[in-house]
């Protein structure tokens, strides 16, 4: 079954924005440097615990919406793609 839609996950970037290393986070939320690498490095939301999800914005300062992007598929069935190539 295809999926009408895809929730990026934009942790990276927002770290990347607000120059917060893998360690501060990890600090912040009581977890490992490894485990605040895998939550960067996916591109699909994963599945977080509202508690999780809170430790992440307080620490980085956001809001949630700053970390999910709505992608919707294309009629083939493709992610439309948030990047426009000039």
Sequence with gaps: MPMDKVIRWKLNEVMAR????NKDLAEALGITENS????RKVDEMPRLAPERLNGICK?????PGELLEYLPN???????????VA
């Design 18 to 21: 607000k120059r917060v290393r």
């Design 36 to 39: 605040v690498y895998r939550l």
């Design 59 to 63: 620490a980085l300062d956001c809001q």
């Design 74 to 84: 294309d009629d083939d069935g493709k992610v439309v793609s948030s990047v426009e």
